[in-house]
């Protein structure tokens, strides 16, 4: 699987953002070592605290259709705000530090960068992480 299938299902999330408050549209798709893809996007709520990225949106369906065994291969994310420009915007803590919980050192992460895609690993992305 490359980059560009990936890119174009987080793509077609991003289309399904729930994002009435900020106006910034997010879509990710993920590769599971099982060679399974899983999309998601932004959902916000009027709670700002409830809101869900489409990182940690996507990873919860794969859990939950594959098990607490899955394992992440590869992420692609994407933006626009609503004048439909994208944006530079890296995965925020939350996301790095979930993606941790299901990453390798070799999963690959693929954001929007100041001058294109930026592409990283989730180990790069939160070195030091929180693990047990």
């Known amino acids: 699987m490359d980059n560009i299938d990936l890119a ?3 793509v077609k999330a991003m289309a399904n953002s729930y994002s009435p408050y900020s106006q910034f549209k997010v879509g990710a798709a993920i590769l599971t070592e099982a060679g399974n893809i899983y999309s998601g996007c932004n959902v916000e709520n009027i709670s700002f605290g409830l809101t869900i990225c489409a990182e940690r949106n996507a990873i919860v369906q794969a859990v ?18 609503e004048e439909g420009v994208s944006g530079a915007c890296s995965p925020c803590g939350a996301c790095r530090q979930f993606m941790i919980e299901f990453s390798d050192q070799d999963t690959k992460v693929t954001y929007p960068g100041e001058n294109g895609n930026v592409e990283t ?12």
């Open 64 to 81: 939950a259709a594959e098990g607490p065994g899955m394992k992440l291969k590869e992420v692609v994310v994407t933006n626009h705000n």
């Open 121 to 132: 690993t989730a180990e790069k992305l939160l070195p030091n992480s929180f693990r047990f």
């Open 8 to 10: 174009s299902e987080a």
